[in-house]
C-alpha cells in the first residue's frame, strides 16, 4: 500500500495545514483526507504543488509499504 507521510514534511517545514491548504490552492478538507492517508488518488498536479510549497520530492511525501498479506507470498 502507499502511505502518504504529508504530516511528517508538515512537522519538518513547520506549516499547518491552514497555511498549506493556502499555498496549495486546496481546501483543508481535502487536505486533511491526503494528511490522514484516507486519499484514494492524487492528481500529480496537487502533488506537485504539496512538493513546491513544502520545498520537497514526491519520495518525502509517498513511501510505499508491503501489504501483511504481500509479504507472506
Not at 497555511?19 to 496537487?46: C, D, H, P, Y
Amino acid at each position: 500500500m502507499i502511505v502518504i507521510n504529508l504530516d511528517v514534511m508538515m512537522a519538518k517545514r513547520k506549516i499547518g495545514l491552514t497555511e498549506l491548504a493556502g499555498k496549495v490552492g486546496i481546501t483543508m478538507a481535502n487536505l486533511s483526507i491526503l494528511k490522514n492517508n484516507k486519499a484514494k488518488a492524487v492528481r500529480f498536479e496537487t502533488l506537485e504543488a504539496i512538493c513546491k510549497a513544502l520545498d520537497c520530492q514526491p519520495g518525502d511525501i509517498l513511501e510505499y509499504v508491503p501489504d501483511e498479506t504481500e509479504e507472506e507470498e
